[in-house]
């Protein structure tokens, strides 16, 4: 079972940041390729989007298009935790945003994948 726990959300103004945290712990199993980890968003009324995933065993990352260039994801293998760094933030940014964990050995490009799940931290962008 992982357990994971974001913290870091908040309400900013267009054009800033903010930093998003999720510590993990638990064992997700064993496998050459890792896990990965992702982020994910849920504005009201909209669907749930992956905004970045990251590959623990290489450190590869991939992220939508709505947010390539302005935010980045990390991981630190010794602390267990993954990061969003978030830059140039637009209103259209502001949702719930979930950190998530896959198995390992599980692919990294599907949702469905993503099996255990943060209780969220809200992230608000004012014009």
């Not at 903010?18 to 669907?47: H, I, Y």
Request: charged content about 20%; glycine content about 12%.
């Amino acid at each position: 079972q992982v357990r994971l726990m974001e913290s870091g959300g908040g309400s900013v103004q267009a054009g800033g940041s903010l930093r998003l945290f999720c510590v993990v712990s638990g064992d997700s199993g064993n496998s050459p390729s890792g896990n990965c980890l992702g982020w994910f968003r849920q504005a009201p009324g909209k669907e749930r989007e992956r905004v970045a995933h990251i590959y623990t065993y290489s450190g590869a990352a991939l992220y939508a298009d709505s947010v390539k260039g302005r935010f980045t994801i990390s991981h630190d293998k010794d602390k267990n935790a993954v990061y969003l760094q978030m830059n140039s933030l637009k209103p259209e940014d502001t949702a719930m945003y979930y950190c998530a964990s896959t198995r390992a050995g599980d692919v990294c490009n599907r949702d469905y994948a993503y099996r255990y799940w943060g209780q969220g931290t809200p992230v608000t962008v004012s014009s």
